[in-house]
Each structure stands twice: as structure tokens, then as C-alpha cells.
């Protein structure tokens, strides 16, 4: 594991914060519903046949500083949206970062290269007048960070443009010797902003010697290419949280025992003290990680939609920046049970390094 120094500070406008999630989907309604209904989001806004949006509809959820936009298209030959629906499903389009001089940031990705499109638009019409009074609330608050996948060796790629369109810094990372499990692995580089509010883990997939198809090759192999992987949000207070959320009928990925009856031994010998209640993290299937000044907690949900693909992340800190790093294997070794279920964690034939030469098995 790799922390990077924070370099010079960018002569560019200043990046405030993440500031919305857009997807793409078949049915914006229904899927900002769904959302809605899980994960305890509100309605926000509206734009459509009524606000006088003829192709495109969007809604708009809201929980506390979180804001997701769902778009779909209102009449059939949308290229743009009907391409990412065939290639990708239902999936993240954009992520978009609150900041403060937009046209000093545009300049400079101009000249670094970069292909930039603009485009102002307005969501009218606040609508929020649905309320799930008979559902507890979630208590989720911000945008900790959102995780983009790359196939394999493009990782670098990718976070290269971060740092030299966006003046972001490498914050984290970590290779496939450290994360890893019997079957796969992958390599990971986090970039950030200046002032550290904003960050973007992005993936690779390590295949060399493995037995099976890691969690980011599948990723890769289903949405068709690169893309964001899950978003992080951030809870004051996971416990109640993940109970709030399993009661409205969110599916999590399930720990072993056995991770806790290890947890409880390494923390016997840790100068930090975890606050929470062990046996509820366990009932909960909260995952901890920590180091020396602190700790966090996360879970992770089941994909959001019929492709394994995107999932959300739900995490709490104290005092602890990193993003679990020491779950990781037993993070892996659940999603593989998972996979196995889904029959994608072996490939039929399989050449020497992991080179896959034919469909799954």
C-alpha cells in the first residue's frame, strides 16, 4: 500500500465536492423509484412531456447532500442513450464535481488535450411530495467516493487523465500482491482533489496465475468496457443505517463467522477501540478496517440491476481515510461466492497467465 504526498496546488479553479450522479436507464421513473424505496432517497426534480422536455426524461433523488439523476429517452432513435443502454445497461453516465471557476477548469483540460462538452441545463419542477412515512429513514449523507473499473492495463491510463486534465493527485494504492484471494486479484490507484473532498478509486484486474475471473474483469466483461463500479456513501451511523436499509428490503453481501473471530483477535492486540456494538456489526455483516489512529466500516450491497454490475457501498469513519483495504480478501471471497452462483467465476478454457480463450463455462 502506497500513500502519495499531496503535489503543488493547482492553478486551476478549485474542486468543491462531488456534486451529482447521472445514469442512464430504460425506465428513469421506475428505476428512481427503486431507489427511492431501498435505499431511502426522496424525490427532488423533475423534467419531462410536462416541464416541456420532448426527448428526455429525468428525475432527480435526494438524500440529505447525495443527489442521483435517472434519464431516459421519451422517443426511440436516441443514439446517444440507446447506444449506452445496448452496450452498458442500466449504468452511471456521468459523475459530476461541485467547483468553484468552471471556466479556468475547461481552459486548462482544453489544452491538456482533453474533449470537452458543454452543456447547462436546468432541473424544474421540485417534486416532492412523495414521502415513505412507513419507512424508517436511512440517514445516509454524502458521496465518500465512486470506483470506476478499467480492463486490464488501462488503470494508469486512466488515472493519468485525472492528473493531467484535472490536476488531481494520487492519493492511495495498492497492487495484486497485497489484494488478492486463491482466485484473483486486481491493482488499484485512488486520485484526488487538492483538497482531498473528492475520490475516485479506479481498478484493474491482475490475472496472472489466477485460477478464476476476479470481480473487475466481470465488471468489465458485463458492462462492456470501463465504468464506474460502485458508489461509497458516507453514514454518521452504519448500525442503524443497514438496519433502516435491510428493512426496506436491501440485499448486502454475506460474511463468514470466521472473519469476526478473526477481527476480534487482531483488535485484542490494536491500540484503537471499536465504538460499535461487535455483535450487531456481525448480525449486520459490517466489515471493519483499521490501523493505528482509527477505523472505518462498510458494507456492500448486491448488484443494483440484472447485470452484476454496479453496486452501492455504504461507510462510516472514524479517523480513517483509506477504503478497507484490510477486507479485501474476505470482500473477495464473498462477491466469488456470489459469482460462482452466477456461474462467471471460472471461464470454460483457460491458457497459461489467466488468458481467457473462451466463454463461460
Not at 426534480?45 to 435526494?62: D, F, M, P, Q
Not at 484493474?204 to 476476479?214: D, H
Not at 470501463?226 to 440485499?251: F, K, M, P, Y
Request: hydrophobic content about 35%; glycine content about 8%.
Amino acid at each position: 500500500m502506497t500513500n502519495y504526498e499531496r503535489g503543488d496546488k493547482p492553478d486551476i479553479g478549485r474542486f468543491v465536492a462531488f456534486d451529482h450522479v447521472r445514469f442512464i436507464v430504460g425506465n428513469a421513473k421506475q428505476a428512481a423509484y427503486w431507489y427511492c424505496s431501498n435505499f431511502g432517497f426522496e424525490p427532488f426534480a423533475y423534467r419531462g412531456l410536462e416541464t416541456g422536455s420532448r426527448k428526455v426524461a429525468c428525475h432527480a433523488i435526494k438524500q440529505d447532500r447525495i443527489i442521483f439523476i435517472f434519464e431516459s429517452a421519451l422517443l426511440p432513435g436516441n443514439k446517444e442513450l440507446g447506444d449506452h443502454l445496448v452496450q452498458h445497461g442500466d449504468g452511471v453516465k456521468d459523475v459530476c464535481f461541485e467547483v468553484d471557476d468552471v471556466d479556468s477548469i475547461l481552459v486548462h483540460a482544453k489544452k491538456a488535450g482533453a474533449q470537452v462538452v458543454q452543456e447547462v441545463t436546468t432541473e424544474s419542477d421540485e417534486n416532492g411530495t412523495i414521502r415513505y412515512a412507513v419507512l424508517r429513514t436511512v440517514g445516509l449523507n454524502f458521496l465518500d467516493h465512486c470506483v470506476g473499473n478499467q480492463p486490464d492495463l488501462e488503470m494508469e491510463n486512466a488515472a493519468g487523465w485525472y492528473e493531467k486534465m484535472l490536476q488531481f493527485h494520487r492519493f492511495w494504492s495498492v497492487d495484486d500482491s497485497m489484494i488478492h484471494t486463491e482466485y484473483s486479484a486486481l491493482r488499484s490507484i485512488v486520485v484526488t482533489n487538492w483538497d482531498e473532498t473528492i475520490k475516485m478509486p479506479i481498478n484493474e484486474p491482475a490475472t496472472s496465475g489466477k485460477k478464476a475471473v476476479s470481480q473487475i474483469q466481470e465488471y468489465v466483461d458485463y458492462y462492456g468496457g470501463a465504468g464506474v463500479q460502485h458508489i461509497a456513501l458516507n453514514t454518521s451511523d452504519i448500525i442503524s443505517s443497514i438496519e433502516a436499509l435491510r428493512a426496506r428490503g436491501c440485499e448486502f453481501l454475506t460474511i463468514p463467522n470466521s472473519y469476526y473471530d478473526n477481527l476480534r483477535e487482531r483488535l485484542k492486540s490494536s491500540p484503537i477501540t471499536v465504538k460499535e456494538d461487535m455483535d450487531r456489526l456481525q448480525k449486520l455483516h459490517i466489515l471493519v478496517d483499521f490501523d493505528d489512529k482509527g477505523y472505518l466500516l462498510q458494507i456492500f450491497s448486491k448488484p443494483c440491476q440484472d447485470r452484476p454490475t454496479l453496486f452501492i457501498e455504504i461507510i462510516q469513519r472514524h479517523n480513517h481515510q483509506g477504503f478497507g483495504a484490510g477486507n479485501f480478501k474476505a470482500l473477495f471471497e464473498s462477491i466469488e461466492v456470489e459469482q460462482n452462483e452466477r456461474g462467471n467465476l471460472f471461464y470454460e478454457n483457460v491458457e497459461e497467465g489467466g488468458k481467457r480463450v473462451s466463454g463461460w463455462i
